[in-house]
Structure formats: structure tokens, C-alpha cells
């Protein structure tokens, strides 16, 4: 299994304003994904991040709008840019394992954009 | 067209009794699998059970079962003597081998009453 820590657990941002989100895993891993969650839906992908090459977006998701970097096997960040209320979501950070293919996630980062 | 499907947006259960949430899936890949995940209120996602589409017999972990009727495609998840701290919105969720990205159904809510 993989423990993967997300920073902030939590924000309360202004519209306008950005926010990175933080994932940092305890194992090398190719590929991160990081999804969103509009409150009471369900996840969405927003973006797969490999290291050393640029994320590749999810249709409806663009890279103006959500930033990844990849710099290393083991971090990663997504940047909600330019946030609207209709920004606020949880965003998680996750990573699959390599025998089952299931998904590890992070703690998540809930977001409220007033 | 939507790939997981989750009828019972929110259901009840008295604590020690079984519940039965249902999942069905739509897919053209003979290889996939199916991922049960428990969110609480506090918003982390956590893995539950996994059904690979070529395994002869249901999963299980501990109180959690899986009831995989492929021709019927579902996967329904089996909640054995409920307890309070079960009550949380519940995931189905699928991969195709042919792919890297889960798929998530829109959730359960499931609430355990004293």
C-alpha cells in the first residue's frame, strides 16, 4: 500500500485567488491522478500526472485553469487557478497500486470558494 | 453512456443487520475490476474490496463481501452486522485493463441507525 499526504486538508479561498494543493507519496510511483469531487457528487478525473512529461487532462479540464507539476517519482501539485465558488470541491490526490491496479488516495483537500 | 450505475442514492440499516448495496457496470473489456470504496463524512476515500473479472469466487474482507453476478454485471457489496461507524456515502468503482482510469458511480449513502 501507499501513504500519500495532501496539504492543505482544508481552505477557505476568496474568488479570484489561487490555491496549490500538495501530494507528496511514500513510494516512486509513474503516474499520479488527481480528481475532484463537487459536493454530494461523485469523482471526476481531472488530470493523470507523469513525471517528466505534462499531465494529461481529462475533457472539460484544461491546463490554464489546473496546473500540475511532476517534478520527482514521489510529488506532485495541482493548482485551482483563478478560483470561482463553483471551484469548491474536495480535490484527491491518488495513486494506483501495482498488482490490483486499485487506487490509494490521499486525505483529500476541501475547498470553499466564497 | 454511463459506465457504473448505483440506483440507491441513500439507504438505511439497523446496526448488526446485513445490507446489500448494489452496483451494475457496463463494459466491453473481458478483462476489468471492480473496487468498492467507503468515503466519510470526513472526506478521505477508503478501499474496501476488490473483484477481478476473471476470479471464480466473490471477494471478501472481513464484513465486507461481494456479491459479482458477470453475466448479470453487478457487483454488489454485501455489508455484514453493521455497525454505527459504517454509515458513509459508498463508491463503486471500475477499470478496464485497456485503460489506466477508474470510473466511479455516483454513491451510496448509507446510514446505520442505532
Known amino acids: 500500500s501507499a501513504v500519500i499526504s495532501q496539504k492543505p486538508s482544508r481552505d477557505i479561498c476568496q474568488r479570484g485567488t489561487s490555491l496549490t494543493i500538495q501530494c507528496q507519496v511514500d513510494s516512486q510511483v509513474t503516474m499520479m491522478f488527481w480528481y475532484r469531487q463537487q459536493p454530494g457528487q461523485s469523482l471526476t478525473l481531472i488530470a493523470t500526472a507523469n513525471q517528466g512529461s505534462e499531465a494529461t487532462y481529462e475533457s472539460g479540464f484544461v491546463i490554464d485553469k489546473f496546473p500540475i507539476s511532476r517534478p520527482n517519482l514521489t510529488f506532485s501539485t495541482l493548482t485551482v487557478s483563478n478560483m470561482s465558488p463553483e471551484d469548491s470541491s474536495i480535490y484527491l490526490c491518488?495513486?494506483?497500486?501495482?498488482?490490483?491496479?486499485?487506487?490509494?488516495f490521499g486525505e483529500g483537500s476541501r475547498l470553499t470558494v466564497l | 453512456a454511463q459506465k457504473i450505475t448505483q440506483t440507491q442514492p441513500g439507504m438505511f440499516v439497523q446496526e448488526k443487520e446485513a445490507v446489500t448495496l448494489d452496483c451494475t457496470y457496463d463494459?466491453?473489456?473481458?478483462?476489468?475490476?471492480l473496487f468498492w470504496y467507503k468515503q466519510p463524512s470526513s472526506g478521505e476515500m477508503i478501499f474496501l474490496i476488490y473483484?477481478?473479472?476473471?476470479?471464480?469466487q466473490n471477494a471478501t474482507e472481513g464484513r465486507y463481501s461481494l456479491n459479482f453476478q458477470k453475466a448479470r454485471k453487478s457487483a454488489n457489496l454485501v455489508i455484514s452486522a453493521s455497525q454505527l461507524g459504517d454509515s458513509a456515502m459508498y463508491f463503486c468503482a471500475m477499470r478496464e485493463a485497456g485503460g489506466q482510469n477508474f470510473v466511479f458511480g455516483p454513491g451510496t449513502r448509507l446510514s446505520v441507525l442505532p
Open positions: 463494459t466491453s473489456d473481458p478483462s476489468y475490476g
Open positions: 473483484q477481478g473479472s476473471y476470479d471464480q
Open positions: 491518488s495513486v494506483s497500486a501495482a498488482n490490483t491496479g486499485e487506487l490509494f
